[in-house]
């Protein structure tokens, strides 16, 4: 009975439990391979591309966006209300990199790069509002992170240089070109979005498992302590700020270029930043796998309970079950979490000790 | 796991086979309409009349008629809340839909209109802006799936500063004055601007640009800034909550309301009647002929529809938007019936049906045919000119209803038409579209 590990290095893989290894790499496999697969030749439920572009895809970049909220809020402690405007970061400055800045000669950069500049970008700025959390913590640093999001909904609505000089202020993505290789039906959307999910996913598991993912949480569980256990407070709390708001500036570029096509800074509004805090909170703060399942549930749970009346045809207009939605949802989550405080995470990580202590678990 | 659990998760799942877009038992014989609406939200006021105008024209014609030439009309609701991501997801959702897929797209949403613009050229799906959307999709070359019916906001702007100068005493008078715009921050708010600095440039006003952020009940600022400055008038670019708002700090600040003149989408009764008394004077301009009122459509509507209970209208009821909803669904609809004198009387595609908007032709013999006689002009669209007719009249507020105070007026190509080509040519380039060549027939 049970997975005996005989040397520290397999004792210290990202998934010690066999049984989840081989669940991740079917996972992959799946998510990689045969959906791709499905969708081109329309088994259900990719008859249309509805599946892929509505829910895959959105469900895709917002965990991602969550991963990166996660390491502030989960893995480090602080509260950020800013994600928003760290999405809008990433997706107007990459917007900028993607069609060249020609006040200082620069040409129009690949995708990619736009896409990482416009990540940097939004961790430059994440860094620069992370200043206070050395001073403040808890909700007093929120409110100053809710500075972010005014202050940058403020700047990417009256600054014109921002949208290229666009009449209406709603800016449209650059020609996606990745590597010379045009993406432009659903399939390789998601791929690309997809790619970009698995990669940040393996960088932050293995950040938050290192030497500064025990800095960080030594910091969220007893600040002071670790002050006093070496660690630097200031290095500690501005890499959280830095890593988060870079892989939250790439989610937001993905969100502008592969989502929505043209945007406008209402799509990153104090909204999204709440609903990102939201999707992490449920999940499972200081959870990678919490990240992917309060994304999960936040985006798509609504979307269910919108479609389910009609599809069952119960004959109500689509403003009251969109206000019923709200009270369900809102109950929803109100149930889960007298239930279950610590999130979903929590939840998988119960019924998996349950399942290794079977058939006699306590 | 218990029982009910248990059975509440069969429940689940049973729920998310059916709304998988696999179960999608819908009529072969029915051209699927879907209609992107908001009944809640900031915006819900305006979004209600507009949606209830068009859902009733939509059951007036498959009650009186059997649907267009015998094809029943399936729609479909879905709720934006004026959000453009869920525009996006109301989109995807509904695109595909009925035995053809959807006919044509209106989503009553500037911002949402700007996001869809790119799905539905590569979908091959028309989406129908009347009244709103971009201003440089009037050109059809271009925008070969954009219709903005009926004007854009570069007419508006136009017409509305034709009103104003007017009311001055003619256009010379207009030089040294102060016009404010006061709008809401958003694609929507912001259109209007160039051509109003094109008409200031022309005409010696200076343009105060006030922009007001959403939802648009925040405005003490914006009219303090107006109570400072005293333009001679003001331009209202507001939708939703910012209308009524914005009448009433005009108020609180003592601005005279008979200097403000809203755009056609801040003319309508939900607009004016939070603030009363406050609001008496208030003017905007109307999209085509007529605001408010009943026509002979209405009375159509009555018989047909609302005899039997299947109504959907209350206080709303020939209301300015419920109208302007009406008529909405009424070009869509008369673009699908020309469509059928090319393709056939059966369910058509996104693409058969984007033929027949553009080549859509209606005197006035035939609006007066449809019942609606006095509520439009004459259109006529081409594949140069996807925006068909581009007159409004001005109607103020006298506290109880609008009343028309002016004639028709027609907004000025020669002003907005190198605009229309400017912008409209830079999209083209960004976006690598052959502009197409509308000599040569279709």
Redesign the interface.
Known sequence: MGQFKTSYAKDMVIFPIRQDRIGVYLLLGFALVLLPLMMAFHV??F?????L??ILL?FLILSLAAIGVNILVGYCGQISLGSGAFMAIGAYMAYKFGTGISEIGLPPLPIVFAILLGGLSAAFFGVLFGLPSLRIKGLYLAVATLAAQFFF?WVF??VKWFTNYA????V?A??LKFFGYLV?TPVEKYMVALIFVIVFALIAKNLVRGNIGRQWMAIRDMDIAAELMGIRPLVAKLSAFAVSSFIIGVAGALWAFL??????P??F?INRSLELLFMVIIGGLGSILGSFLGAAFILIVP??L???P???GIPI???T???LQNVIFGGMICCILIKEPLGFARLWQIGKEKLRMWPFPY | MSVKAFKLALAAVGGLALSSPVVMAQGQNEQFIPLLSYRTGAYAVNGIPWANGVSDYFNLLNERDGGINGVKIAFEECETGYATDKGVECYERLKGKGATGAAFFNPLSTGITFALTEKTLADKIPIITMGYGRADSKNGAVFAWNFPFLGTYWSAADIAMQHVAKEMGGEDKLKGKKIALVFHDSPYGKEPIPTLQVLAKKYGFTLMELPVTHPGVEQKSTWLQIRQNRPDYVLLWGWGVMNGTSVKEAAAVAYPRDKVIGVWWSGAEPDVLPAGDQAIGYKALTLGQSGAGEFAVHAALKQHVYAKNKGIAKDDFAQVLYNRGMINAMLGVEGIRKAMTRYGNKPLTGEQIRWGLENLDLPAERIKELGFEGMLTPVKITCNDHEGARSARVQQWDGKQWKMISDMYTARQEYTEPLVKEISSKYAEEKKITARDCSKPE
């Open positions: 259900p439920p008859r249309t591309d509805y599946f572009l509505a959105p909904d609505l009256r009449p209406s202020g709603s449209s650059p020609e432009a989502r929505l096509g043209t945007w406008e209402l799509a509004d979307i269910f919108t479609v389910l009609a599809e069952l207009t689509t403003g079950v969109s206000h």
